[in-house]
């Protein structure tokens, strides 16, 4: 596995917490914030936990990815124009993830 641009501030590489979606230019991984977000954190707070490193536009971005990742055959629509989810580097990492787990061995 090579590192992968998952969008504009998430990527997964292999050097990078074994390849586990972060921030980038951190070592905070994507399911630590959702976490905080699915238990009712405010966006500010968790901005405020990571010392700034996770902007508000990163979580929504963090959101994306996981609706996508969560919802296999529908593309959950963002950026706002469904034609734009083959330039989704997101999209297209949830789609190679799901084609490569449905391999057999």
Not at 53 to 71: D, Q
Not at 72 to 95: C, K, L, M, N, S
Request: charged share 30%; proline share 7%.
């Amino acid at each position: 596995m090579e590192r992968r641009e998952l969008g504009k501030y998430i990527v997964a590489d292999p050097k990078i917490c074994h390849g586990k979606p972060t921030f980038r230019g951190t070592r905070i991984m994507v399911w630590q914030v959702l976490e905080m977000a699915a238990e009712g954190m405010d966006w500010d707070e968790i901005n405020r936990k990571w010392s700034g490193k996770v902007s508000r536009e990163a979580i929504a971005e963090a959101i994306h990815i996981a609706s996508v990742a969560l919802t296999p055959g529908h593309y959950a629509p963002y950026p706002e124009f469904e034609d734009e989810r083959d330039a989704d580097p997101a999209y297209q990492w949830v789609i190679e993830r799901e084609t490569v787990s449905a391999l057999p061995g």
